[in-house]
């Protein structure tokens, strides 16, 4: 759990770079993809603990979006423009969600998949004691 939560930490700061310096804003895709990486990174081989990462890396990444969106319209003293519900206002915390899930179930699917290193232990499989 400690390796997840580590990871969702990384993976929330790569994400909130890559979506405060690109030109357009690229809604759920920056954390769909750090999201894979962090868990294959961090050799996270449970689905517990790919969804704890991908979660984390996702909510923390909206809030703070959110948060300086709201701030830069403060610090220049504007009202905050009226808000239009259309269907992606609707449906955009349900895509989250679901892309969430997504990039942690293909996170650890590739964890699982890669091959380990000769003379490394997997990381998946924890050592027992002779009986």
Do not use: C, H, Q
Not at 66 to 77: Q, R
Not at 91 to 106: D, E, G, H, Q
């Amino acid at each position: 759990m400690d390796r997840a939560i580590r990871a969702g930490i990384s993976g929330f700061l790569v994400a909130l770079i890559i979506n405060l310096f690109s030109p357009v804003y690229l809604y759920f895709v920056p954390s769909l993809l750090v999201a894979i990486l962090a868990i294959y990174l961090y050799r996270l081989g449970s689905l517990k603990d790919g969804l704890v990462t991908a979660f984390m890396i996702y909510i923390f990444n909206d809030g703070i979006l959110s948060t300086l969106t709201l701030a830069a319209f403060y610090a220049e003293k504007k009202p905050y423009p009226s808000v239009s519900i259309d269907v992606w206002t609707m449906f955009y915390p349900l895509v989250s969600a679901v892309t969430a899930v997504i990039a942690a179930y293909v996170g650890v699917w590739l964890t699982k998949a890669r091959k380990t290193p000769p003379g490394l232990p997997s990381p998946t499989t924890p050592s027992l004691p002779p009986v």
